[in-house]
């Protein structure tokens, strides 16, 4: 098969123009593609915090989530919106929804000092109310956000879907960025009302399992039959002493 100067000059174009469009689609990333916000969520804590004012009470249900947004794109974007959607699987009305706003952001490196005094620790952890923040091009912002919002009566249901959707530059188009699957039963609420309990989740898909070893009991055939040699090395109990109860 003999090529020509012509094949020669078409693959030459061909090259050319594969050089041009890989050049034209990098620039258009690096330079002029919008904004795309990816969003990164750990576990979801939710706690119930009975509230007594002067004429009434009620119920605080509080969210919080840590959370990571990553712009990939090459122009900035602005979180404009927040929310969590909660739908009630068990009940008979389709399509039934709720929605739960943002309250304010709180110091994520003291994350572990929520607690069931509410107020106590809002004064010491709070960093900000609420409010629309903006995503730098190739840039991420981490936020732990507590989402509230108040319930009259108790909500029991086995059975609620929880979503976090997100807004950008105003445009009113919530898109689901995450997902939990959360339990309201009669003792789950008696422990998070009554005795100010918190319950973890993790999101969909991310199950974190109870065992780390398969088969559970492998640990049983890693082990020596033979006996141990003792080094003559004394060493201090690794368990705790927990102070006997007065009888």
């Avoid at 959607?85 to 003291?110: G, Q, T």
């Avoid at 309201?184 to 999101?203: F, K, R």
Wanted: aromatic fraction near 12%; hydrophobic fraction near 35%; charge should be neutral.
């Amino acid at each position: 098969m003999t090529v020509t100067a012509f094949d020669f000059s078409l693959i030459s174009v061909g090259i050319a123009s594969a050089a041009f469009f890989v050049s034209l689609t990098t620039l258009w990333k690096n330079h002029f593609s919008k904004c795309n916000v990816l969003v990164a969520a750990g576990d979801l804590q939710h706690r119930i915090y009975p509230i007594k004012g002067s004429d009434a009470e009620w119920y605080m249900v509080s969210f919080s989530i840590p959370l990571s947004f990553t712009n990939s794109g090459a122009k900035s974007g602005m979180i404009t919106g927040l929310r969590l959607k909660l739908h009630y699987s068990n009940l008979p009305i389709p399509e039934n929804r709720e929605y739960v706003y943002p309250n304010f952001e709180i110091d994520p490196k003291k994350s572990n000092q929520i607690s069931k005094e509410r107020f106590n620790w809002m004064k010491k952890l709070l960093l900000s109310y609420w409010m629309p923040f903006i995503v730098l091009p190739k840039n991420s912002i981490s936020k732990l956000i507590v989402f509230e919002t108040r319930w009259d009566d108790p909500v029991i249901q086995d059975e609620i879907d929880c979503s976090l959707e997100i807004e950008i530059d105003h445009k009113g188009n919530w898109l689901s960025a995450c997902n939990w699957s959360l339990n309201l039963s009669p003792d789950t609420w008696s422990d998070l009302a009554c005795v100010g309990n918190s319950m973890n989740y993790c999101q969909v898909g991310q199950q974190h399992g109870f065992y780390s070893v398969h088969p559970q009991d492998l640990h049983k055939y890693t082990g020596s039959k033979d006996p141990l040699q003792k080094t003559g090395m004394k060493s201090r109990p690794s368990f705790l002493n927990f102070p006997e109860k007065d009888s």
